[in-house]
C-alpha cells in the first residue's frame, strides 16, 4: 500500500513517514501544499495524509481539487483545530477522518488501516463510465454501447488510468510510468502504438470519440463527438 504524506512540519512528517514505514507501508512526503497536490494528481496512492494548514495552498483547497479532478483517493485529515465546525467542513470537502493534533501515532495508523481497508471494499464494487462505455474493474471487463470489448491487461490498465482522470491531459510520461512501471524514453513509440490499439477497440467502430489527442502534450479521455481525434 502506498500513502501519501503532505506536512510542512519537518518534525511531524518525518515521525510519520518513519512510523508508516516501519509498519509496512510505501511512503511519499511532499513537505509543501503545491507539491502535495502535484504528486497526488500524477501519482496513484492508496490514502494521503493531509495537513490542513499549509503555507502556500491549505488542504482543504487540496482536497477540493482532487476531487473537482475526480480523484477519489481516501483523505485522512491532521489539524491543530478540534472544533466540530471545522472537522464537519473537512469531511463535507471529502474527506474520510479527521485526526486532531497531537495524536498517538497508534491511533493514526487504526485509522488509517481501517480507511484502507474501507476503500477495499468500496473498490471492489466500482465501475467506471464515460458516455455509453462502462468499464467494470471486479471482473476487467469493458463494454460499449452493449457491446463487450476484448481487451489485454495492458489494454485495460490503460484505458482504466484515461477514465480515472478524464477530461485531464495525460502527458506519455505519466502513461508510461503508472502503465507499464518505467521511465518514458521520447525516442520510443510504445505509449502511441498502444493508444492506437485501444483506439481501434474503443473508438474505431463507434460515432462517438473518446481517446484525443492534444499535440505536443499527451492524450485525454472525453466525450466529444467534433471529429475523430489523430496521433
Given at each position: 500500500m502506498k500513502i501519501l504524506i503532505v506536512e510542512d512540519e519537518l518534525k511531524t512528517g518525518e515521525y510519520l513517514r518513519r512510523g508508516l514505514t516501519e509498519?509496512?507501508?510505501?511512503?511519499?512526503?511532499?513537505?509543501?501544499?503545491l507539491d502535495g497536490q502535484h504528486m497526488a494528481k500524477t501519482e496513484a496512492y492508496d490514502l494521503i495524509v493531509l495537513d490542513v494548514m499549509l503555507p502556500d495552498i491549505n488542504g482543504l483547497e487540496i482536497i477540493t481539487s482532487l476531487r473537482e479532478a475526480s480523484i477519489n483517493t481516501p483523505v485522512l485529515f491532521l489539524t491543530a483545530k478540534d472544533s466540530v465546525e471545522d472537522r464537519v467542513k473537512g469531511l463535507e470537502k471529502g474527506?474520510?477522518?479527521?485526526?486532531?493534533?497531537?495524536f498517538a501515532f497508534t491511533?493514526?495508523?487504526?485509522?488509517?488501516?481501517?480507511?484502507?481497508?474501507?476503500?477495499?471494499?468500496?473498490?471492489?464494487?466500482?465501475?467506471?463510465?464515460?458516455?455509453?462505455?462502462?468499464?467494470?474493474?471486479?471482473?476487467?471487463?469493458?463494454?460499449?454501447s452493449g457491446q463487450r470489448i476484448v481487451l489485454t491487461n495492458k489494454e485495460f490498465s490503460l484505458l482504466e488510468l484515461l477514465l480515472r482522470k478524464k477530461g485531464e491531459v495525460l502527458p506519455r510520461s505519466l502513461i508510461a510510468s503508472q502503465v507499464w512501471d518505467m521511465n518514458f524514453d521520447s525516442?520510443?513509440?510504445?505509449?502511441?502504438?498502444?493508444?492506437?490499439?485501444?483506439?481501434?477497440?474503443?473508438?474505431d467502430p463507434f460515432e462517438i470519440k473518446l481517446i484525443h489527442t492534444v499535440r505536443g502534450m499527451g492524450y485525454k479521455m472525453e466525450a466529444a463527438d467534433d471529429g475523430s481525434p489523430e496521433i
Open positions: 509498519s509496512g507501508f510505501v511512503v511519499a512526503w511532499a513537505q509543501n501544499g474527506a474520510d477522518d479527521y485526526l486532531v493534533k497531537p491511533e493514526l495508523l487504526a485509522r488509517v488501516r481501517t480507511i484502507l481497508r474501507r476503500g477495499v471494499t468500496v473498490s471492489a464494487s466500482t465501475t467506471l463510465k464515460i458516455a455509453d462505455l462502462v468499464l467494470n474493474l471486479p471482473s476487467r471487463q469493458a463494454v460499449r525516442d520510443s513509440n510504445v505509449i502511441d502504438v498502444a493508444i492506437r490499439r485501444l483506439r481501434s477497440k474503443i473508438d
